[in-house]
């Protein structure tokens, strides 16, 4: 049987960020013992149809999972313990925000069991948080830094980088300041202007302008650069971490692994006999709530995936890590050929440019090549 990843939704923040298009909702008040009731029962309906499996993580996502009540993290990780095989070394991540409301709570959720943090700072520019429309200022950044250093074995940060009017000099201050703070894990992401969202009407407008081309490419190079100097290598393309320090649970999705989601709007890739699903649930948090206290889960309707559209997933997933992807595995996991998933003549245009590398039974896409992973992807890949 596939190991499994555990993937929980908690869909609630203190207020909708004007870059985010994450299923995340606000609300007055949070229904906590409705919604930890809820989780509690999707999660033991998806553990009665995906059987005993040996668990290897647990990721707390969101919204802002750090406003759960720890009673409720640890309820739902001794569910998820009696109802899978927990792995000795089991990862159990959970997303917060670094204001000084959700710091408090720290030690509570290590105590709940959680062993490792990923703190939301994004920036350590004051005026690029107000910008992005965070909760919490650069100085409650760095203490919650500090705080979660001292409390969590392992402690993961994002960032946002490829903001107006960033410049190279003033993004790699930022980053020393706070990989000196926090030099484990950090992951990286572009801002981008999202449908839907408040920056997309202000985008539309000429009010936001955002770096591009060769400006965003030397931010992102800058990165790597000093990740290095405290140790941090890239493993995948927005993720940079000391060897051993890899989010695991991430790593499952890359790989390609098995990996329920539970809560609202959750995704998931799961095996049941001999066919993997494709799963997701119903994505605005009180229908699905209603559709768990009535049915048991809140699901929506789920696809077998075809061995085609496996293999598409699992390149477009695996071509993202510097390791690339174990041919054996893909052609078993997904029941294709590897010759068959991919365009011949684009991979040898792509080998001869230095962007992919294939070879001792693996397939890889080089640094040059995932710096342009998006339109190497969608002419490699069948």
């Given at each position: 049987?596939?190991p499994?990843?555990?993937?929980?939704h908690?869909?609630f923040?203190?207020?909708?960020?004007p870059?985010?298009?994450?299923?995340?909702?606000v609300?007055d008040?949070?229904p906590?013992?409705?919604f930890?009731a809820?989780l509690?029962a999707e999660?033991?309906w998806?553990?009665?149809?995906?059987?005993?499996?040996?668990?290897?993580s647990?990721?707390?996502?969101g919204?802002?999972p750090s406003l759960m009540?720890p009673e409720?993290?640890?309820l739902?990780?001794e569910?998820?313990?009696?109802?899978?095989?927990?792995?000795?070394?089991?990862e159990?991540?959970?997303?917060?925000n670094?204001?000084?409301?959700?710091?408090?709570?720290?030690?509570?959720?290590?105590?709940?069991?959680?062993n490792r943090?990923?703190?939301?700072?994004?920036s350590?520019?004051?005026?690029?948080?107000r910008m992005?429309?965070r909760?919490?200022s650069?100085a409650?950044?760095?203490?919650?830094?500090?705080?979660?250093?001292?409390?969590?074995?392992?402690l993961?940060?994002?960032?946002?980088y490829?903001?107006?009017?960033?410049?190279e000099?003033?993004w790699?201050?930022?980053l020393r300041?706070?990989?000196?703070?926090?030099?484990?894990?950090?992951?990286?992401?572009?801002?981008?202007?999202?449908?839907?969202t408040?920056?997309?009407?202000?985008?539309?407008?000429?009010?936001?302008?955002?770096p591009?081309?060769?400006?965003a490419a030397?931010?992102y190079e800058?990165?790597a650069d000093e990740?290095a100097?405290?140790?941090?290598?890239?493993y995948?393309i927005?993720?940079?971490?000391k060897?051993?320090?890899?989010?695991?649970?991430n790593l499952a999705?890359?790989?390609y692994?098995?990996?329920?989601?539970i809560?609202?709007?959750?995704?998931?890739r799961?095996?049941?006999g001999d066919?993997l699903?494709?799963?997701r649930?119903?994505?605005a948090?009180?229908?699905w709530?209603e559709?768990v206290?009535?049915?048991?889960?809140g699901?929506t309707?789920?696809?077998?995936?075809r061995?085609e559209?496996?293999a598409?997933?699992?390149l477009?997933?695996?071509l993202r890590?510097?390791?690339?992807?174990?041919?054996?595995r893909?052609?078993?996991?997904?029941?294709?050929k590897?010759?068959d998933a991919?365009?011949?003549d684009?991979l040898?245009?792509?080998?001869?440019?230095?962007y992919?590398i294939l070879g001792?039974?693996?397939i890889?896409?080089?640094?040059?090549?995932?710096?342009r992973l998006?339109?190497?992807?969608?002419a490699?890949?069948?």
């Open positions: 049987m596939e499994l990843a555990l993937y929980i908690w869909p923040c203190l207020s909708k960020c870059y985010c298009d994450f299923n995340s909702h609300r008040r949070i906590q013992a409705r930890r809820a509690r999660l033991a998806e553990a009665a149809r995906l059987g005993p499996r040996r668990l290897t647990v990721f707390f996502g919204g802002t009540e409720t993290v640890a739902l990780l569910d998820a313990f009696r109802l899978f095989d927990p792995a000795p070394d089991i159990i991540t959970l997303e917060a670094p204001t000084s409301v959700e710091a408090a709570r720290l030690a509570a959720f290590r105590q709940a069991g959680v943090a990923s703190l939301g700072v994004q350590l520019n004051p005026e690029a948080l992005l429309g909760q919490h650069a409650h950044a760095i203490q919650a830094l500090e705080t979660a250093r001292g409390i969590f074995p392992r993961s940060f994002d960032l946002i490829a903001r107006p009017g960033q410049d000099a003033s790699r201050a930022e300041a706070a990989l000196a703070l926090a030099a484990d894990h950090l992951s990286l992401y572009q801002l981008t202007i999202e449908p839907g408040a920056f997309e009407a202000l985008h539309r407008r000429g009010e936001i302008v955002l591009e081309g060769d400006a030397r931010l800058a990165t990740a100097r405290f140790g941090l290598l890239p995948e927005s993720n940079y971490a060897p051993g320090a890899e989010s695991r649970h999705y890359w790989r692994a098995d990996y329920a989601g809560g609202p709007g959750a995704h998931g799961v095996t049941i066919a699903r494709a799963t649930r119903h994505r948090p009180e229908p709530a559709r206290e009535r049915d048991g889960h699901s309707p789920e696809t077998v995936l061995p559209e496996k598409q997933e699992m477009l997933m695996g890590l510097t390791e690339g992807i174990d041919i054996a893909f052609e078993v996991r997904t029941g294709v590897l010759t991919i365009d011949d684009v040898r245009q792509a080998i001869e440019a230095g992919v001792d039974g693996r890889a896409a080089t640094s040059e090549g995932r710096l998006d339109s190497l992807l969608g490699l890949v069948r």
